[in-house]
């Protein structure tokens, strides 16, 4: 009787070969009753947790001490909160699309957890491995936008709308230099699968470390914090301007589950950050053979490489998380016609000089016969420093020679004009 290892792989193709190693396909439906209780019982928890990390993160930058009443450290503020919102009236509002207005938060859900069902957090430790795993990925991500407009039009609320109308142009926006920054990590991997990228990682290295692959990654860090709406790019929830924007008619479980999405998001970003840049689980000092050792067909092998490469992988993670967390507590909101400006005009012009520069470090240092790493970054390291000198300088000479974008700034505090 075929498993549900060997259904998956007959529906891909016969050129399919899944990553998993025979000790799991052994099991059948073990694989998938595995991720189910992965996704559906261990995510959900993980992202109580940040929750209160972030808390208590955020407590810190402001002298505080945070939650500290529920539990030890306040450990169970969380789950406190979590019974709150579940315990909490339902409301839909008169003239709300009903069904719409239910649906929203469940497609956002849906989003996130597709998001991760790609992401390989150890040696054939990915749900699944479609052989376009990051166009996949790029995809469903895509769907928080269609999910945030529901939300937003079928409250029929003003606020909701134009909270929602936010949402929409700022994910757009920021999709495209997201996506522009993965390309080089498509170039230098030769594929679009995630797994295979985490291989390409183990054999040459991180590819964060070389010049193109550093601004890059900066450019996948501010998309990614804008895609999950975290600030300084939080203008779709500006509380000051439309109340909390596009789900302000949500309460009880719903509002619960944008807000698990939202979190869902922070941790799926910072894992993609993770597998694309960072090596995945992998350290500079661990050899490819520790992660090959998989290939063994016993759990022996498999439990000893993964646990360490999880335990990286989480510690990578919860670094990059921190990262989000950190820019929130410093930065303040930045205004709308700003947001957009940064987008468009700095990180699109760079995200696409930078694809050139990547091909010149492929040609340097991949392909075979090439000069070497030495070369690589005498070559394209002053590239990247003249791309992002020569952006900024063209916008800030545009921006003064303009009369119409110095009338843009308006009055100044206390000035005749206010």
């Known amino acids: 009787m075929m498993n549900g290892l060997a259904i998956w792989a007959a529906a891909t193709g016969p050129g399919y070969r899944s990553p998993q190693p025979t000790a799991i396909e052994g099991v059948p439906y073990g694989r998938w009753l595995f991720w189910l209780a992965v996704f559906f019982g261990l995510f959900p928890g993980i992202m109580a947790y940040v929750v209160w990390a972030e808390r208590k993160v955020a407590a810190r930058f402001q002298d505080r001490i945070g939650p500290n009443r529920v539990g030890p450290l306040g450990l169970l503020q969380s789950i406190a909160d979590a019974i709150k919102l579940i315990t909490k009236e339902n409301l839909i509002p008169a003239s709300a699309d009903r069904w719409v207005h239910l649906m929203a938060p469940v497609l956002l859900l849906v989003s996130a957890f597709l998001m991760l069902a790609v992401i390989p957090f150890g040696a054939g430790l990915a749900a699944v491995n479609p052989p376009s795993g990051l166009l996949f990925l790029v995809a469903i991500s895509s769907l928080s936008a269609l999910s945030i407009f529901l939300a937003g039009w079928s409250s029929r609320n003003k606020f909701s709308l134009i909270g929602a109308m936010r949402g929409v142009a700022q994910l757009v926006s920021y999709e495209v230099p997201q996506v522009l920054a993965t390309i080089p990590v498509v170039l230098w991997a030769g594929s679009l699968s995630l797994v295979t990228i985490f291989d390409r990682q183990v054999d040459r290295g991180w590819f964060l470390f070389s010049p193109p692959g550093l601004l890059a990654f900066l450019i996948l860090t501010i998309a990614n914090i804008a895609e999950v709406n975290r600030a300084p790019f939080?203008?779709?929830?500006?509380?000051?301007?439309?109340?909390?924007?596009?789900?302000?008619?949500?309460?009880?479980?719903?509002?619960?589950?944008?807000?698990?999405?939202?979190?869902?998001?922070?941790?799926?970003?910072?894992?993609?950050?993770?597998?694309?840049?960072?090596?995945?689980?992998?350290?500079?000092?661990?050899?490819?053979?520790?992660?090959?050792?998989?290939?063994?067909?016993?759990?022996?092998?498999?439990?000893?490489?993964?646990?360490?490469?999880?335990?990286?992988?989480?510690?990578?993670?919860?670094?990059?998380?921190?990262?989000?967390?950190?820019?929130?507590?410093?930065?303040?909101?930045?205004?709308?016609?700003?947001?957009?400006?940064?987008?468009?005009?700095?990180?699109?012009?760079?995200?696409?000089?930078?694809?050139?520069?990547?091909?010149?470090?492929?040609?340097?240092?991949?392909?075979?016969?090439s000069p070497g790493l030495l070369v690589g970054w005498l070559v394209t390291g002053p590239l990247v420093a003249a791309a992002v000198v020569g952006v900024g300088a063209i916008n800030r000479a545009a921006a003064s020679a303009s009369p119409a974008a110095r009338r843009a700034i308006g009055p100044r505090v206390g000035g005749p004009d206010a």
């Open 234 to 369: 939080d203008l779709p929830e500006a509380e000051s301007e439309i109340v909390a924007g596009y789900h302000t008619e949500y309460s009880g479980m719903k509002f619960a589950l944008f807000f698990l999405a939202e979190y869902l998001g922070i941790f799926a970003v910072s894992c993609l950050g993770t597998a694309l840049f960072l090596g995945g689980g992998t350290l500079p000092i661990v050899g490819g053979h520790l992660v090959r050792s998989v290939g063994a067909e016993t759990w022996m092998p498999f439990l000893f490489t993964n646990a360490v490469l999880v335990t990286v992988f989480a510690l990578k993670v919860s670094a990059y998380i921190f990262l989000i967390f950190w820019i929130r507590a410093t930065l303040p909101r930045l205004r709308v016609d700003r947001l957009m400006d940064f987008a468009w005009k700095y990180l699109v012009p760079l995200a696409l000089v930078n694809i050139a520069i990547a091909a010149a470090w492929f040609e340097l240092t991949i392909r075979p016969g």
